[in-house]
Nanobody, 129 residues
């Protein structure tokens, strides 16, 4: 059974940094995508960053240049390094996984939830001004 467990959220002032982690277990697909999504109260869920099994990446335009997604296959862990945080980055952040997925044909900045069928429970990020 696939399990995704996020950690690393917290409260930080604007301009600060946080690193989110997502530990995956029971996930043995050789081709896959993993991504970070976020949802703020009263807003729709949005894709933040994605990475696939070939280490191709994709970022939402709102975080490009500030956030970096990476993965450590030996540790089965996905990361999201978030720098220069802004109050509008405040949200619950979710890790998600999609088997048999590639980012090769995905338009830049487009990260949709459709292919992702495994989700973590979320970790809260709060950025104060």
């Amino acid at each position: 059974q696939v399990q995704l467990v996020e950690s690393g959220g917290g409260s930080v002032q604007a301009g600060g940094s946080l690193r989110l982690s997502c530990r995956a277990s029971g996930y043995t697909y050789k081709t896959y995508c993993m991504a970070w999504f976020r949802q703020a109260p009263g807003k729709e869920r949005e894709g933040v960053a994605a990475i696939d099994s070939d280490d191709s990446t994709n970022y939402a335009h709102s975080v490009r240049g500030r956030f970096t997604i990476s993965q450590d296959n030996a540790k089965n862990t996905l990361y999201l390094q978030m720098n220069s945080l802004k109050p509008e980055d405040t949200a619950m952040y979710y890790c998600a996984a999609a088997p048999f997925c590639s980012l090769n044909l995905v338009p830049v900045g487009e990260i949709t939830s459709g292919p992702y069928n495994y989700w973590g429970q979320g970790t809260q990020v709060t950025v104060s001004s």
